[in-house]
């Protein structure tokens, strides 16, 4: 029988994970993969729509199916996830536990789990507020949750390892949480997988593709491109992504107005975006979106709301002129307006290629999980000072934006 005791030392928990169609997913899988490229023997564990077990990649994939709540955006993880984890965390005391916030109970379970056992545990934060609600009990409810069970995930972590300088602030201010437990380091994109869609010849497409939920607010987008699509009818509007719109109750639809109301497979999420020339995201908070630092790495102008972690993403891609005011969708309109004026300029392609440039400066993947190895490395050795001394564990590192 093989010894299950110190089989990993590195021990990744999340809420989904690639192949899923998702930042955070593709966040998580890239993290876990490039630190078992260094030698962590490491395990994946996240949920999915089915349970399954497999090696691949160099590391062990752990999955367990989901009940889905509220059309899928809530799936919740059960007894067989707890009891795995729990089983896995025991069985290797040496290993690192990361734990991805902030899906409802994968999280949860990891921090419970780790507590009981007097575990520490590294939090990567990729949200702010992310709980919306058109019911207003399920609302109360949300905040409750934020503030009691959110918090304690956060306030027992070693550490936590901010996507973005706006999600530090925010926890900070929020949890309560002492600076010394933050540090930032951006998220990054997989620049294996999408350079070889990146085009300098582009099409007059816009793109909105991300999950339908309220915190995406999608709806500010398909208003924005109904007007839009009526009066630029040269142009190609794609929405795209699981969940709900006004546009299900629409028959009527423009013609260069494509509605696609599922998860893209990957590749054909790059194909459109290695296509297109401007990324739309309208939501009403952001940690830091993955999908707008893929976009911006293939070349498109990328229109953004103000949400704060929206507005520290454009700066560093020098697109501020193109931010808009959250729920606006007049001010969304004049902004993708805007975006259309430049890209029919004949300078265009300077400016596609200088977004790409700074996407890959400030993103790309190389530098982004150096960043992480080298963290979990001095995690690593400082656990063991502090274990020997018997104090509690502080991680301290730079911030890397």
Same mark, same amino acid.
């Given at each position: 029988?093989?010894?299950?005791?110190?089989?990993?030392?590195?021990?990744?928990?999340?809420?989904?994970?690639?192949?899923?169609?998702?930042?955070?997913?593709?966040?998580?899988?890239?993290?876990?993969?490039?630190? $078992?490229?260094?030698?962590?023997?490491?395990?994946?564990?996240?949920?999915?729509?089915?349970? #399954?077990?497999?090696?691949?990649?160099?590391?062990?994939?752990?999955?367990?199916?989901?009940?889905?709540?509220?059309?899928?955006?809530?799936?919740?993880? %059960?007894?067989?996830?707890?009891?795995?984890?729990? /089983?896995?965390?025991?069985? =290797?005391?040496?290993?690192?536990?990361?734990?991805?916030?902030?899906? #409802?109970? @994968?999280?949860?379970?990891?921090?419970? +789990?780790?507590?009981?056992?007097?575990?520490?545990?590294?939090?990567?934060?990729?949200?702010?507020?992310?709980?919306?609600?058109?019911?207003?009990?399920?609302?109360?409810?949300?905040?409750?949750?934020?503030?009691?069970?959110?918090?304690?995930?956060?306030?027992?972590?070693?550490?936590?390892?901010?996507?973005?300088?706006? =999600?530090?602030?925010?926890?900070?201010?929020?949890? =309560?949480?002492? $600076?010394?437990?933050?540090?930032?380091?951006?998220?990054?994109?997989?620049?294996?997988?999408?350079?070889?869609?990146? &085009?300098?010849?582009?099409?007059?497409?816009?793109?909105?593709?991300?999950?339908?939920?309220?915190?995406?607010?999608?709806?500010?987008?398909?208003?924005?491109?109904?007007?839009?699509?009526?009066?630029?009818?040269?142009?190609?509007?794609? *929405?795209?992504?699981?969940?709900?719109?006004?546009?299900?109750?629409?028959?009527?639809?423009?013609?260069?107005?494509?509605?696609?109301?599922?998860?893209?497979?990957?590749?054909?999420?790059?194909?459109?975006?290695?296509?297109?020339?401007?990324?739309?995201?309208? @939501? #009403?908070?952001?940690?830091?979106?993955?999908?707008?630092?893929?976009?911006?790495?293939? %070349?498109?102008?990328?229109?953004?709301?103000?949400?704060? %972690?929206?507005?520290?993403?454009?700066?560093?891609?020098?697109?501020?002129?193109?931010?808009?005011?959250?729920? /606006?969708?007049?001010?969304?309109?004049?902004?993708?307006?805007?975006?259309?004026?430049? +890209?029919?300029?004949?300078?265009?392609?300077?400016? &596609?290629?200088?977004?790409?440039? #700074?996407?890959?400066?400030?993103?790309?993947?190389?530098?982004?999980? =150096?960043?992480?190895?080298?963290?979990?490395?001095?995690?690593?050795?400082?656990?063991?000072?502090?274990?020997?001394?018997? &104090?509690?564990?502080?991680?301290? *590192?730079?911030?890397?934006?």
């Amino acid at each position: 029988m093989k010894n299950k005791i110190n089989q990993y030392n590195l021990i990744s928990i999340s809420h989904f994970f690639y192949p899923r169609v998702g930042g955070l997913e593709n966040m998580a899988y890239g993290l876990v993969k490039n630190l $078992s490229d260094k030698g962590f023997k490491s395990i994946a564990i996240f949920g999915n729509d089915r349970n #399954l077990k497999f090696e691949s990649d160099g590391f062990t994939w752990k999955s367990f199916n989901t009940i889905k709540l509220f059309k899928g955006t809530y799936p919740i993880l %059960g007894i067989r996830f707890f009891l795995f984890c729990l /089983n896995t965390i025991k069985d =290797n005391p040496n290993a690192v536990v990361l734990l991805h916030d902030r899906h #409802l109970t @994968s999280s949860i379970i990891g921090a419970l +789990i780790c507590k009981f056992l007097n575990r520490d545990y590294i939090v990567i934060s990729h949200t702010t507020v992310s709980n919306y609600f058109q019911n207003k009990f399920f609302e109360i409810l949300s905040v409750l949750f934020e503030k009691l069970i959110s918090k304690m995930v956060l306030n027992n972590a070693s550490h936590i390892i901010c996507v973005s300088r706006s =999600n530090k602030d925010y926890i900070i201010k929020n949890f =309560n949480i002492d $600076s010394y437990k933050t540090s930032v380091i951006y998220n990054c994109f997989k620049d294996d997988s999408i350079s070889r869609f990146y &085009q300098k010849v582009k099409s007059k497409t816009v793109i909105f593709n991300t999950k339908l939920s309220l915190v995406k607010d999608p709806n500010t987008a398909a208003l924005a491109f109904l007007e839009l699509a009526r009066k630029y009818t040269d142009w190609k509007f794609v *929405i795209a992504g699981e969940g709900s719109s006004i546009l299900d109750e629409m028959n009527d639809l423009p013609l260069n107005l494509e509605y696609k109301p599922k998860f893209l497979p990957q590749l054909e999420v790059f194909e459109l975006l290695g296509d297109s020339s401007i990324y739309i995201n309208s @939501s #009403l908070n952001e940690g830091l979106s993955l999908g707008v630092i893929e976009a911006a790495s293939l %070349g498109n102008i990328v229109v953004l709301s103000d949400a704060p %972690g929206n507005v520290e993403v454009a700066n560093n891609l020098s697109c501020s002129k193109y931010i808009f005011e959250r729920k /606006n969708y007049k001010d969304l309109v004049s902004k993708i307006e805007m975006a259309i004026n430049d +890209i029919e300029h004949p300078g265009f392609t300077n400016l &596609q290629e200088k977004i790409s440039h #700074l996407a890959y400066l400030h993103f790309s993947p190389k530098s982004i999980y =150096n960043k992480y190895s080298d963290f979990i490395s001095k995690y690593k050795a400082d656990t063991i000072v502090f274990k020997e001394n018997k &104090q509690k564990l502080k991680v301290k *590192i730079k911030d890397y934006y």
